[in-house]
C-alpha cells in the first residue's frame, strides 16, 4: 500500500507540488477538511496529455505550460480522497 503524502501547512493553506513528468508525483495525496489547499503543478513533460490538469469533482480545468507553476486553489468540503487527472481523464 502506498502512503499519500501530507500536504504541508503555512500559513493556515495546505500545500503541496505535483510534478508532471512520467506520471504525476505524487500522485496521491492528503488534505484536511475546512483548511484552504493550493496545490502547485509543475508541468516537465511537454507531451499534449499533460496540458490541463482536471478535478472533476471541484469543477476545475486549467491549462498547463511547460516549465510553469500552475496553482490550483480550493478548500475541501468534504473528507474523502480528491482525484486529478489530465484534462482527457
Known amino acids: 500500500m ?9 500559513n493556515g493553506v495546505q500545500k ?9 508525483s505524487p500522485k ?5 477538511k475546512g483548511i484552504p489547499a493550493e496545490i502547485t503543478f509543475h508541468r516537465v513533460n511537454p507531451s499534449g496529455c499533460y496540458k490541463e490538469i482536471l478535478f472533476e ?28 487527472s489530465c484534462g482527457m481523464k
Request: no cysteine; hydrophobic share 35%.
Open 57 to 84: 469533482d471541484q469543477g476545475i480545468l486549467e491549462p498547463l505550460e511547460v516549465g510553469v507553476d500552475k496553482v490550483i486553489s480550493f478548500t475541501p468540503t468534504e473528507t474523502g480522497d480528491f482525484e486529478f
Open 2 to 10: 502506498v502512503e499519500k503524502q501530507k500536504a504541508v501547512m503555512e
Open 28 to 32: 496521491e495525496f492528503q488534505l484536511q
Open 16 to 24: 503541496i507540488r505535483i510534478t508532471a513528468e512520467k506520471g504525476y
